[in-house]
């Protein structure tokens, strides 16, 4: 004989919040809206709200893309190699081609300026790398996945949207050649996250592509970079 399966009430009324927060009705929303806010207001800011909606809405790290490498030293090491490697083709190549000035006029402070140095190293590794990247792609790519679903062409429309809204974030202070290249940057980090599904490879090749790029400025060798290819 069958015995009847009861749901326990209980159970049932703690989940309600979780689900409420994963969902897309006014909670939902109302959790996405505070996260792109705070994100307006300090991308750490948005990333810590990412970290609360997480644990407050019960959803699995692994799908924001926090998955362990299967070898951290690694993922580190072709992370901080392809980042360096991206920032010089972009500064010589892809910037140079879209018509860009080979001075970033908005960090030229930073030109030999070894106090300024802890300051952006901890922006770029802390509000850039980890920041950006949780709530642009791992945040971000969850919701949308969710809400349209996991087929080739859903995925293409996460990888463009959310690098619109990337490239978008970056105009305020670095203007035009600065929303160039967040566009170029967001479609590279957010095809490799869409093909892996593993945030921390990004988060490292953002962390070294935004250490190359404060490098080269430290250095004074933005104009010689940019001039590498076309004179």
Same mark, same amino acid.
């Given at each position: 004989?069958?015995?009847? !399966?009861?749901?326990?009430?209980?159970? =049932?009324? #703690?989940?309600?919040?979780?689900?409420?927060?994963?969902?897309?009705?006014?909670?939902?929303?109302?959790?996405?809206? &505070?996260?792109?806010?705070g994100?307006?207001?300090? !991308? %750490?800011?948005?990333?810590?709200?990412?970290? !609360?909606?997480?644990?407050?809405?019960? =959803?699995?790290?692994? $799908?924001?893309?926090?998955?362990?490498?299967?070898?951290?030293?690694?993922?580190?090491?072709?992370?901080?190699?392809? #980042?360096?490697?991206?920032?010089?083709?972009?500064?010589?190549?892809?910037? %140079?081609l879209?018509?860009?000035?080979?001075?970033?006029?908005?960090?030229?402070?930073?030109?030999?300026? *070894?106090?300024?140095? %802890?300051?952006?190293?901890?922006? &770029?590794?802390?509000g850039?790398?980890?920041?950006? $990247? *949780?709530?642009?792609?791992?945040?971000?790519? $969850?919701?949308?996945?969710?809400?349209l679903g996991?087929?080739?062409?859903?995925?293409?429309i996460?990888?463009?949207? *959310?690098s619109?809204?990337?490239?978008?974030?970056?105009?305020?202070h670095? #203007?035009?050649?600065?929303?160039?290249?967040?566009?170029?940057?967001g479609?590279?980090? #957010? =095809?490799?996250?869409?093909?892996?599904?593993?945030?921390? %490879?990004?988060?490292?090749?953002?962390?070294?592509?935004?250490?190359?790029?404060?490098?080269?400025i430290?250095?004074?060798?933005?104009?010689?970079?940019?001039?590498?290819?076309?004179?």
């Amino acid at each position: 004989m069958l015995s009847a !399966v009861h749901e326990d009430p209980a159970a =049932t009324s #703690g989940d309600r919040f979780p689900r409420a927060l994963r969902g897309f009705r006014p909670a939902g929303l109302a959790a996405i809206l &505070v996260i792109l806010a705070g994100s307006l207001v300090t !991308v %750490p800011l948005g990333a810590v709200l990412v970290f !609360v909606w997480a644990l407050l809405s019960r =959803t699995p790290w692994r $799908e924001l893309g926090f998955v362990r490498p299967r070898s951290w030293m690694a993922s580190l090491a072709v992370g901080l190699v392809a #980042g360096a490697a991206f920032k010089l083709v972009m500064k010589a190549v892809v910037m %140079p081609l879209l018509g860009a000035p080979p001075l970033n006029q908005a960090y030229r402070h930073l030109v030999g300026n *070894t106090a300024a140095l %802890p300051g952006i190293l901890l922006a &770029v590794v802390v509000g850039a790398g980890l920041g950006e $990247e *949780t709530v642009f792609r791992g945040y971000l790519f $969850e919701r949308l996945g969710k809400l349209l679903g996991s087929a080739r062409w859903s995925r293409a429309i996460v990888v463009l949207f *959310t690098s619109a809204l990337f490239a978008a974030a970056h105009y305020a202070h670095q #203007g035009v050649p600065g929303v160039q290249q967040a566009a170029v940057t967001g479609l590279a980090f #957010g =095809t490799a996250f869409a093909v892996s599904g593993q945030l921390w %490879p990004v988060i490292f090749a953002h962390i070294s592509f935004d250490i190359t790029a404060v490098a080269i400025i430290y250095w004074d060798l933005e104009t010689k970079v940019a001039h590498l290819v076309f004179t």
